[in-house]
């Protein structure tokens, strides 16, 4: 396929003019995506403190977190393509009253059924939320501005999470877990009413019945995709739950294909991936967003198992790394009109490679936060880079009608690549950890060792029946966890790497990007 088809056409009443206006829907879309990603992070600080409240086993907490995803990534697709059909203020505004009421009933939830539901509630509301955040931005500035808007919301996506694990950290070391949302709620507070002001009802018109088979088809196979791998390292991947949903993503993604490939106006035409911007967008948002989510999932177990570090201070440990993630966002389509997108998707790769090399060869037991914080930054830079040019390929191959299910597409890659990324690295974290401990365990007894090889936090849990071993116990599971930090990263160095020649061979060619092309000039509101 060309890459100058499915450029997008912006119907002129849809873009606004007026600048203040424009600044205003940039800081209520920013608002509503913060208050998205943090809720998303924030529950993980809190764990231990919902199992001792409910009386939660590790299965339910899985669920109280895995349901807001599920359901988020399940629902971006049909509900974006929604939000382009009937208007996509209305969906938003929607959107952020559901996230408010079930953010208030996860405040307020007195068991575990009651959170697992409220955050099933949030993970729809975030669904409506999350791809009208970015088509609102796309169909409402013009393209000259479009990139750099572009820019500082995938900032806000990229490092919102990281902002909402520390204020979540901070709510639960000093108050109670029930405040880490109100964080969220505020913040979706200030968006809705900024939205109601400010946000035009932008819509396409279009003569074709919704494609409510496809709509259900994706819903089937993201959703059965995310819960399988999810489940999976968790469970095994033999077991039941995980095997049904990843056989329901083959099938019903196998018909969502076929149904597709024959309709006239499809929720997704499965052919564009045929344009080398959006296959490249695609890939590069995927591959980058599973290697960023494995590196929190050792991060903390790291500061808080190997530093000895709280929650608060842990979150506060990423903080310097979103700190360069979201500036460099927001400033990078300046490098885009000068050496193209192209380049700078494959500078920001490289980049983050290189931040990923740095921990894997830096991190220590004994060299602390600061073995691991040039990695951090450096990663930072890289994912900063690389982000925005990536999700402007994919909302710039797709038209004006379907700005709603581009959004959706980037979001849902994200979210993907999240769930895989902690599936895989999570993997290696766990095989080295257990093959590194192993030979140490030998002067243990068998009941402290079978604990120990199951996990650092175990090996900390078992300790203490370990007498005056207890402080070699811990180091040697110290030095296991890096072992598998270690083997983790080289890993995601690995991913990079197939990523940067997949890009290099299959990126946007020069010619398609006179459209991503930004004017240094130009502000962005």
């Known amino acids: 396929m060309d890459d100058q088809t499915h450029l997008p056409h912006m119907e002129e009443e849809t873009v606004v003019e007026d600048l203040h206006q424009r600044r205003m829907i940039l800081i209520a879309m920013c608002l509503a995506l913060m208050a998205v990603v943090a809720s998303m992070a924030g529950l993980n600080v809190a764990q231990q403190e919902l199992a001792f409240d409910f009386g939660a086993s590790q299965n339910d907490i899985l669920w109280i977190i895995n349901a807001y995803t599920l359901v988020l990534a399940a629902c971006l697709m049909p509900i974006g393509a929604i939000g382009d059909r009937w208007g996509r203020k209305w969906v938003l505004l929607v959107g952020l009253a559901t996230f408010t009421v079930a953010s208030l009933a996860a405040a307020l939830a007195g068991s575990t059924a009651v959170m697992i539901a409220a955050r099933a509630l949030a993970g729809l509301g975030a669904a409506m939320i999350m791809p009208v955040t970015l088509s609102v931005i796309t169909s409402s500035f013009p393209e000259e501005a479009r990139a750099q808007a572009i820019g500082i919301w995938s900032g806000v996506a990229g490092g919102g999470g990281m902002i909402g694990m520390f204020v979540s950290a901070a709510m639960v070391d000093l108050v109670t877990w029930r405040w880490l949302f109100v964080f969220p709620i505020a913040l979706i507070i200030a968006a809705f009413v900024l939205s109601l002001r400010f946000v035009p009802d932008s819509r396409e018109d279009t003569e074709h019945p919704f494609d409510l088979a496809g709509s259900i088809f994706s819903l089937f196979a993201i959703g059965g995709l995310v819960l399988g791998i999810h489940e999976g390292p968790e469970r095994g991947w033999s077991h039941p739950i995980a095997v049904t949903g990843l056989v329901v993503a083959v099938i019903a993604g196998g018909l969502f294909i076929w149904w597709e490939r024959k309709q006239r106006a499809p929720l997704l035409d499965i052919r564009i991936f045929g344009d080398r911007r959006l296959a490249a967008g695609s890939v590069t948002l995927l591959s980058l967003f599973a290697v960023i989510s494995g590196i929190f999932l050792v991060l903390f177990p790291f500061f808080q198992a190997v530093l000895g570090w709280s929650a608060l201070h842990s979150a506060a440990g990423l903080l310097p790394m979103a700190f360069v993630m979201m500036p460099s966002s927001a400033l990078v389509p300046k490098l885009i009109g ?74 849902t890659t994200r979210e993907v690549g999240g769930a895989v990324g902690v599936a895989l690295l999570g993997a290696v974290l766990a095989s080295t950890y257990k ?34 071993q207890a402080p070699q116990l811990i180091h040697d599971a110290q030095l296991a966890f890096v072992d598998g930090w270690v083997q983790s990263m080289w890993i995601g160095v690995a991913i990079t790497a197939v990523l940067f020649v997949f890009v290099l061979l299959r990126g946007p060619r020069k010619s398609a990007e006179a459209s991503a092309l930004v004017s240094d000039a130009t502000p962005v509101s």
């Open 435 to 468: 093959d590194s401990i192993t030979p140490s365990l030998s002067q243990f007894p068998a009941a402290i060792a079978d604990v120990a090889k199951e996990g650092i936090g175990a090996a900390f849990s078992i300790a203490p029946q370990a007498g005056a």
């Open 338 to 411: 000068k050496i193209g997108s192209h380049l700078t998707m494959l500078i920001g790769i490289v980049v983050a490679g290189v931040g990923l090399a740095a921990l894997a060869l830096m991190a220590s037991v004994d060299g602390g936060y600061w073995s691991v914080l040039p990695g951090l930054l450096i990663m930072g830079l890289g994912m900063g880079c690389s982000m925005t040019p990536s999700t402007e390929a994919i909302t710039a191959s797709l038209p004006a009608d379907k700005q709603g299910v581009a959004s959706a597409l980037n979001d």
